[in-house]
Each structure stands twice: as structure tokens, then as C-alpha cells.
């Protein structure tokens, strides 16, 4: 499966939200219920910078752990509420495709795997957070843009 790969310039970002450790294999339970417990509390939130959201993923285990983030974009002053935590986002350049839920795996496969193999100016960094943007209006029908970061 292809997918049509832009590499971007991005800036950094804080982010304030909920995170959790887990396995791949519990992504599909475990991230929905993270995303509705940070929406449960968007109010607490101030300065927010974006009308939008990001889904990171951090700390890539090879046993499949990782740590994933539901998060909103906030001014770099902000402090996050009671319970919520805050993570900048690096600035640099970026690997973006557009993909929806039913393609995400797929898209992360393909990215770090058969779009990095043929790249000669760009090298997929492994060690760095990857992201998921989605717009404001989501719908879970709908598409969002996927970045993998590049050294």
C-alpha cells in the first residue's frame, strides 16, 4: 500500500494532556478511552493554540510498549491542570501522509518501513515521537494526517 509522502518543517509544539503506557495489541481499547477522558476535561485546558488535536506515541519498546499521549496544543506558558501532563513536540522536519483509523497501521508500516528504505536525503529517526493531527471536526469516519519525524 502507498501513500503520498510530503517531508514538512515543522516548529516546535507544547501539548498538554493524558498519557499511558501499553501494548500495540491494546492501542485499539486502550487510545479511545484515553481520547474521551482528555475530552471529558478539554475545559480545564487553557491556552490553547490550535483548533485541533495530536495523538503521540513515545517511547517505542521492541517488545511493542510504548507510551501514547491524547493532547491539545497550548501556548508555551501554559501549565497543565491537575493530573494532566505537558510535552513539546520537536521542531524539525516531518514525514506527512494523510490516513484514517482502518489505515493507521498500515501507514506507520509503510512509513518506517518501505518509504524510509528508499529515501536518500531524508533518514526516518526511530528515537523521536511520532504524531497523529487531527482536525478540530474529527470524525472517526474521517481522515488526519500521520508525521513521522526525520533526521
Do not use: I
Amino acid at each position: 500500500m502507498e501513500y503520498e509522502v510530503t517531508v514538512v518543517e515543522l516548529p516546535a509544539r507544547q501539548l498538554v494532556g493524558l498519557s499511558e503506557r501499553m501494548h500495540m495489541r491494546d492501542a485499539k481499547e486502550k487510545c479511545p478511552a484515553l481520547w474521551k477522558a482528555l475530552m471529558l476535561r478539554r475545559e480545564e485546558v487553557a491556552g490553547l493554540s490550535e483548533n485541533c488535536s495530536y495523538g503521540v506515541s513515545t517511547c517505542m519498546g521492541e517488545n511493542g510498549e510504548f507510551d501514547y499521549w491524547a493532547t491539545l496544543p497550548t501556548s508555551p506558558s501554559v501549565h497543565a491542570p491537575s493530573g494532566m501532563k505537558c510535552l513539546t513536540l520537536r521542531a524539525g522536519k516531518y514525514a506527512r501522509c494523510t490516513v484514517n483509523l482502518a489505515s493507521l497501521e498500515k501507514a506507520y508500516d509503510f512509513l518506517y518501513g518501505a518509504w524510509a528504505k528508499t529515501q536518500k536525503a531524508h533518514s526516518v529517526d526511530f528515537a523521536a515521537a511520532c504524531f497523529e493531527r487531527y482536525a478540530e471536526d474529527w470524525q472517526v469516519t474521517g481522515t488526519f494526517e500521520l508525521y513521522v519525524p526525520l533526521s
